[in-house]
């Protein structure tokens, strides 16, 4: 059975399969009896394997905290752990792997409520430690709607302290920061903030990542992710370059301290 037809019966993609088989993202116990069932694999085989499915579930630290994560999220940390370089737009608020632990706290409390609210914050602070490891690293080019530094989250104190966190992280050889101004005028991203995640593995098709408060959507077409990526590439020319980001970000850092 080919790659493509076993993905096609059990409803996800080629490439989703792919990172299964070579062990790059876990799989859950029910996808592994749609497989089992798919590949006509029965009795103590299949039981021994959906044990293994299950003992799997525990090597990504994010599955220590599926309290609070939903499984979409889940899905998108498990990719974005294995990333070798991430490209993201964000129109409203400071992406997450560049938030701190105030900043967080206060987003999560507007967007998601108080429930399990320090929960979420420790995940989000675990997801920045994969910017500081030594292999492999990751590259982070982020380009920031110009109203993220300019509106208030938390109060004056948490965005001062925010900014000057962010242009501290913005210095780091992987991480490159691009502020797009309000001069700039209209923008081929003002519908949607995104995720382009880049795997090592040539063979590892990249992905686009989009969510909202209630769900994520993984792109993996080619045709979609040159588009996104095509507008990524116009939108760091229409930005402010690194330098000059820097300083607007210090700036901003200013202004509320």
């Given at each position: 059975m080919t790659l493509d037809v076993a993905a096609r019966q059990l409803d996800m993609s080629k490439s989703n399969l792919s990172r299964i088989e070579n062990a790059q993202i876990g799989i859950k116990p029910r996808d592994v009896r749609a497989a089992l069932a798919l590949y006509e694999v029965t009795g103590v085989d299949a039981e021994a394997l959906i044990e293994i499915a299950r003992g799997a579930q525990?090597?990504?630290?994010w599955q220590n905290y599926s309290d609070v994560l939903p499984e979409w999220f889940e899905f998108y940390v498990g990719l974005e752990a294995e990333a070798e370089s991430l490209r993201t737009y964000e129109?409203?608020?400071?992406?997450?792997?560049l938030?701190?632990?105030?900043?967080?706290?206060?987003?999560?409390?507007?967007?998601?409520?108080?429930?399990?609210l320090e929960r979420k914050v420790a995940a989000r602070l675990r997801?920045?430690?994969?910017l500081h490891r030594e292999s492999p690293a990751v590259e982070l080019s982020v380009v920031l709607n110009e109203a993220v530094l300019l509106r208030p989250v938390g109060g004056r104190a948490v965005?001062?302290?925010q900014l000057?966190?962010?242009?501290?992280?913005?210095?780091?050889?992987?991480v490159t920061c691009h502020v797009l101004p309000f001069a700039s005028g209209?923008?081929?991203?003002?519908?949607?903030p995104y995720v382009i995640i880049t795997f090592a593995d040539a063979a590892d098709?990249?992905?686009?990542?989009?969510?909202?408060l209630t769900l994520g959507l993984a792109l993996e077409e080619t045709g979609h992710v040159r588009g996104y990526t095509l507008v990524h590439e116009e939108l760091c020319r229409m930005a402010l370059d690194p330098a000059e980001s820097l300083a607007r970000l210090e700036e901003a850092a200013r202004h509320f301290a």
């Open positions: 525990q090597r990504g630290w129109a409203e608020s400071v992406p997450g792997l938030q701190t632990e105030a900043y967080a706290r206060e987003m999560f409390r507007r967007t998601a409520g108080e429930e399990g997801r920045q430690e994969m965005m001062a302290e000057t966190h962010m242009t501290q992280v913005a210095q780091s050889p992987n209209g923008h081929p991203a003002m519908s949607t098709n990249s992905v686009v990542y989009l969510d909202n």
